[in-house]
Nanobody, 121 residues
Framework: VQLQASGGGLVQAGGSLRLSCAAS???????????MAWFRQAPGKEREWVAS???????YYADSVKGRFTISRDNAKNALFLQMNNLKPEDTAVYYC?????????????WGQGTQVTVSS
């Protein structure tokens, strides 16, 4: 079970980035049944939840990103995405994708390696 996040980079405030997370491994014959999420961790801060998407496609967002970020998935490609618009300097963090088989609100068992997002003011 492996998750590979990509798409991070340096962008100016107000800009956009699209993060991707590719899933692989024997579990992901059932990718469509997984609950997926994005988390982030800024320097000196604890990891925080950003957004989640159920296997059914229902989505949930942290208040800090609601209206600016969109989580989506492509089950045919075993892929998770995070479209980030109107980025702010406070969005600067390492972003991680995660998956679990229990519930969108349960502990996440599988984690990607993270991708750096830096937003300059």
């Amino acid at each position: 079970v492996q998750l590979q996040a990509s798409g991070g980079g340096l962008v100016q405030a107000g800009g956009s980035l699209r993060l991707s997370c590719a899933a692989s491994g024997r579990t992901f014959g059932t990718f469509s049944s997984l609950h997926m999420a994005w988390f982030r961790q800024a320097p000196g801060k604890e990891r925080e939840w950003v957004a989640s998407i159920r296997w059914s496609g229902s989505t949930y967002y942290a208040d800090s990103v609601k209206g600016r970020f969109t989580i989506s998935r492509d089950n045919a490609k075993n892929a998770l995405f995070l479209q980030m618009n109107n980025l702010k300097p406070e969005d600067t963090a390492v972003y991680y994708c995660a998956a679990n088989t229990v519930s969108v609100w349960a502990k996440y068992d599988y984690w990607g390696q993270g991708t750096q997002v830096t937003v300059s003011s």
